[in-house]
């Protein structure tokens, strides 16, 4: 039976991993899931969306729960697991969802740790999208309306928060380049021009 193809995307903030994922899903006509994740969660787990949307992507900053598992996420005990955050109860969830899609269709899935959620699943493709700060604040300052200056500090900020949140929950480091089969420049390249360069490589990785 053939694997589906499912290619995960950790990005910087600021490099356009988004906007490269969904030409990406256009390119290869194919699923993309991002922020439908977090309405898949909420749905499944019956919280809110809203609260769901404040932690998305945030590791948990709770040191007495944490050693309490004993620095697992599950840790076995069933009494601490009910009170466990709510980052964590949308961690599992969105792993949940994510494996039950690379199971079901070929799709675009953006951040959550996709990478090492589905490490066990073949087909799947990693890729990092980065770029320099210049660029990446260029981008931020236009987009929010913004100067430079203060985009620069919203990007340090995010990309800290990512880090935290995927090294938290997966024990790897964010960014390093042997977590993934692919890593672009989108400041060099631009989105779409990227977009084309994975889905030319995801074209050729089939055929192997």
Not at 123 to 130: E, L
Not at 133 to 154: C, F, L, M, S, Y
Not at 157 to 182: M, V
């Amino acid at each position: 039976m053939k694997n589906n193809t499912v290619i995960t995307i950790g990005r910087q903030y600021g490099s356009g991993g988004r906007e490269i994922g969904k030409k990406i899903s256009e390119i290869l006509k194919i699923g993309y899931y991002d922020d439908e994740l977090i309405s898949l969660a909420a749905k499944n787990s019956g919280m809110s969306t809203d609260a769901l949307s404040g932690v998305d992507e945030k590791a948990t900053n709770s040191l007495l729960y944490t050693l309490a598992m004993g620095g697992s996420l599950f840790g076995g005990n069933a009494a601490l697991a009910y009170e466990m955050p709510i980052n964590d109860k949308l961690y599992i969830a969105q792993s949940d969802i994510i494996k039950d899609l690379a199971n079901r269709e070929e799709c675009v899935i953006i951040g959550r740790c996709a990478d090492y959620v589905l490490k066990e699943i073949p087909g799947v493709i990693n890729v990092f999208i980065y770029a320099d700060i210049e660029t990446r604040a260029a981008r931020v300052a236009a987009r929010r309306n913004i100067t430079e200056a203060k985009a620069k500090d919203i990007i340090i900020k995010t990309d800290k928060q990512r880090a935290n949140y995927y090294n938290y929950y997966t024990s790897r480091k964010w960014g390093r380049i042997e977590n993934y089969d692919l890593c672009i420049d989108s400041g060099k390249t631009g989105p779409q021009k990227a977009a084309e360069i994975i889905a030319e490589y995801v074209k050729a990785i089939s055929q192997c």
